[in-house]
């Protein structure tokens, strides 16, 4: 599909009205606990614009015990994508996502449908050959392609927007990157070409440009999914956390509301759940942060991310009914190792200053994703440990195409299909030994859940140094603990050790959680996983 054919997309998309339900502004997150919100120290919404301009709809827990041809745990674009093409062909599907769909990493993407994906077919080309790149390549041009059909076919009115993606250099010692970058894209056959400038009010140093990419309003899209998938066939489960899955014939998925036996289970929880191959070890979690900003000018025409060590990423949003914004994002850092997140936000607002007049900052939110070693996604079955079992996972960051990818992928191989991409994204393509170790070198003793009796002056005196709305890992009477402290000034103390494999955490002060260093697990301020991998909450301490 050519960038003209994908203009006719959005031209031809009818507007549909999604259930029918109201556009509920939300004041804040909806799926933060009361408690945990953020404080209001940073300007705008905490929360993404496409929650924030999306019905919020419910899907029912699940209850007792039931049966599913497949059973998909996890509601984002990988998860909804996998589902809706399993029903098309007439499988009966059970969806499971432990809090909202669409809320989760999905929910907080900048949405950007691109095959651009930084400094990437340059490298692939060295390290993975032609063949290889060039299937990557076509896998993610044909997600855009298959995006803008489902678009057209279902007529969903999710504000798609076609426009060229940049990848841009802002010093002359990243220009040849860049210039590598157009020379491996023609050599695969990409739209791309060279350009000294584009149409950006900071200067650069030349860009690679590709045609043909697109935005749209991922919640928007992914509504009218989860509208299809449970018409009939599909059933969506939500508040229902999966905390084990069994495999065998029929594999059993057991969440905290009741089990599911399936013939195949899609483990889509952007870190997986269950990971007999050890792949954590091979993954590496990263958080960045975005600003919605509304300014006084245009916002600049196309999708735009910089080959800096550390990036920036910028892309317009267009709402018919509330005018442009522009997403403003960066200050990509380790999961669990950013410090003061406050801070990160406004490096953001002053970095972004420096070059566009800024009307107002409506929304700020954060996201984060993983990356596989050879920065190629796992998208497969879990075979020798599995062949019923299957994952989509380390995305780096591209979820728009590599989600649609996982969903055609993952419902190829379910229905037995052929597929030309299983061996690019197979999880067992490193020959990862079933004993891989752990990149994990901290302790995993678990805490003491204890602390009682009388606390010692210095424990309350560093009880009493936290600041309302403020965590800390303090020490308690000779006990670690993770300490939060409401606004109300009521103290809320938790195990510091993360559930899933003992790493300590850290408290994240923009998004008031706490965030484990070692593969993303989070936590909201009182303890509960918002977060995979870890299934389990953090143990209270009594004080
Ligand atoms: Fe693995 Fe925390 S996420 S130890």
Redesign the pocket.
Known sequence: MNYKELRLVINSAKKRCIRSLTCRLHGNSPYMDEICQPSGRLPGKPVSLWIDTTPDIAFPCLEGDTDADVAIVGGGIAGLTSALLLKRAGLKVTLVESRRIISGVTGYTTAKITLAHGICYSRMLNKLGQEQAGLYADANRTAIERVASFIMQMNIACDFTPLPAYIYAVTEDKEAEIEAEVRAGEKLGLAVSYVDTAPLPLPIKGAACFDGQAYFHPRKYLLAFADEITNENGRIFEKTRAINIEEGNPSIVRTDRGTIRAQAVIIATN?PIFDPLKL?AHLT?VRSYVLGLRLKNRSPQGLFYSNEEHFHSLRPHYLTDNGTYLLAGGEEHH??QGGDTIQRYKNLESYYRGFFDIESIDYHWSAQDNKSADLIPFIGSLAPASDRIFIATGFKGWGMTHGTIAGMLLSDLILGRSNPWKNLYSPVRLNLPASAK?I?G?N?QTAKHLIGGHLSEESIKSLAEIGKGEGKVIEIDGEKAAVYKDKQGKIHALSP???????M?SWNPAEKTWD??????RYTCDGKVIH???VKDLARIEL
Request: charged residues 0%; proline residues 8%.
């Open positions: 870190y954590f979690s999961a669990g752990s994990v901290q995993i050790l993360c559930t899933h494999m003992g790493c955490l484990c260093p070692c593969h993303g697990s995979a991998p870890t």
